[in-house]
């Protein structure tokens, strides 16, 4: 492939492109270009005062440096989204102009050509949280970003940092990562309004096979999960488990009653664990009939509701779970929430060819250009794009300096009238201490960077 030309873009001068083989494996040099979407809202810096993106950065550069001492070093490569593509590229479309735009054309001034033909090359991109299009047609450049570049899973580590207060008695338990199947399930946008043409003619299809429980005004949804669909997530999660020395691999499904879709979803799991991992792995069921599990990863499965319940009562049960799309959305939310801090939820779509790491969280606009959000999210995120790089040494230092900057608040706060180094969002929590007790954006990464360069 040869390298784009842009409009509006300017490639750094130096770095090297990771490639990606045939096999999907990922091939990172020391000095790999990664496409870096600010973001609108808390991620853009607004003149000289940083952006949570910004801090995040600045804090995943000095790991890198820190773990591997000059001899790798990421290349960002700004890239535009958002809002704030659409300022530099279209700044004379006015907002009333919008829904008369075509829905191409809105994503074009949303995310430009220039965005698409960088990470389409460059194929690593951390991004910070972006405002949703105000037209009607082209509704979300993340779903955008997921469909062009199949980015099939989507993926969100779930753990508690001492000292972040958490509604759940058990959070300090959890330490978890979902694999949420992306591309599939009701989400495939196949829906047939009540009432329809559509609708009247599938309800008279299913009428004629027999299936006379549906109303004649129903609206449809259609639930599509394929075998290859189901199982190159799977096999996204297992290898993850695998590589990092997980106990185990839950699928969640709610089968008992959804057979053939989230059923199959369960079964080809465990049929793509016994084809392609059997040294590796072992189920529970084997387990339970005496098999050792010592050195294996036990793959396992769970009905979706009882799942719910899991989580919250076992949390150290759980370690990676692979689901389908609509489980995989609640479960994700419903696991950060219990360990509280929105400004924490990491995330990332991944595909074979492409990856996307980014703050689950969204602009959060009344804080723009303040200076005051917690980059933690986007940060996360970073580690887990190290992670995915193979860089564990870097990512691993961040996650320790963060746990120390927290550590270290939560001592503080122990008694009235400290400095607190963190955010104002972990700030409110302590008792005595209000939002105004927070640090800068800025200055809890300056912190985190500090703690992470005393780590031996
Ligand atoms: P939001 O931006 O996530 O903000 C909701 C609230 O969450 C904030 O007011 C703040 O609460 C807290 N929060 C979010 N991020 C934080 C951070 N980094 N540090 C501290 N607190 C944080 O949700 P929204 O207001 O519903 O959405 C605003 C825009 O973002 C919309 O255009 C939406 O579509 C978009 N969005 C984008 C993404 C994405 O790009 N991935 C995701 C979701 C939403 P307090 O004020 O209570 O402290």
Redesign the pocket.
């Known amino acids: 492939m040869t390298a784009p030309t842009y409009e509006k873009l300017t490639p750094p001068t130096t770095g090297t492109r990771v490639s990606v083989d045939a096999q999907g494996n990922w091939k990172i040099p020391d000095d790999p270009i990664a496409c870096l979407m600010r973001g609108d809202?808390?991620g853009q810096d607004v003149g000289a005062t940083p952006g949570?993106t910004t801090c995040a950065v600045k804090v995943l550069d000095a790991a890198v440096e820190k773990a591997y001492g000059g001899k790798r070093k990421i290349h960002w490569f700004d890239i535009h989204a958002g809002d704030v593509a659409r300022a530099m590229y279209y700044p004379q479309v006015k907002d009333e102009q919008v829904n008369t735009l075509s829905e191409e054309e809105q994503r074009q001034l949303y995310l430009p050509d220039d965005s698409l033909k960088a990470f389409e090359y460059f194929k690593l991109g951390l991004k910070g949280?972006?405002?949703?299009p105000i037209g009607g047609g082209f509704r979300s450049i993340?779903v955008y970003l997921r469909m062009r570049f199949d980015l099939y899973a989507c993926v969100r580590p779930v753990r508690y940092f001492k000292g972040v207060e958490a509604p759940n008695k058990r959070a300090d338990k959890v330490n978890m990562i979902i694999f949420r199947e992306n591309t599939e399930d009701v989400y495939c946008g196949i829906e047939f309004k009540s009432n329809s043409e559509r609708a009247k003619k599938l309800i008279a299809l299913l009428k004629e096979w027999g299936y006379t429980n549906v109303l004649p005004t129903a609206g449809i949804g259609i639930k599509p999960i394929s075998p290859e669909g189901s199982k190159r997530l799977i096999r996204m999660a297992i290898k993850y488990a695998v590589a990092k020395k997980l106990p185990s691999v839950t699928l969640m499904h709610k089968g008992n009653i959804m057979k053939f879709t989230e059923g199959a979803f369960k079964d080809w799991g465990y049929e793509l664990a016994r084809d392609e991992f059997r040294a590796q792995t072992v189920s529970e069921d084997e387990v339970w009939k005496g098999a050792d599990k010592k050195g294996k990863v036990v793959v396992n499965d769970r009905i979706a509701d009882s799942m719910f319940q899991q989580i919250q009562l076992r949390p150290d049960e759980y370690s990676v779970i692979a689901t389908p799309n609509l489980n995989g959305d609640y479960i994700s939310d419903a696991a950060a929430a219990m360990t509280g801090g929105?400004?924490l939820a990491a995330g990332a779509n991944i595909g074979d060819h492409a990856a996307m790491f980014?703050?689950?969280?969204?602009?959060?606009?009344?804080y723009t250009g303040k200076n005051m959000?917690?980059p933690g999210?986007v940060l996360l995120s970073g580690v887990m794009m190290l992670e995915h790089m193979g860089w564990d040494e870097a990512a691993q230092l961040v996650n320790q300096g963060v746990d120390a900057t927290f550590a270290e608040a939560e001592e503080t706060a122990k008694k009235p009238g400290g400095k607190l180094h963190v955010?104002y969002?972990i700030a409110r929590q302590f008792a005595g201490y209000g939002a105004e007790a927070g640090a800068t954006s800025m200055a809890f990464a300056d912190r985190i960077i500090e703690h992470l360069r005393k780590l031996k």
């Open positions: 809202g808390i949570i949280p972006l405002t949703t993340n929105i400004g980014e703050a689950t969280h969204g602009t959060a606009p009344k959000a917690n999210a955010t969002d």
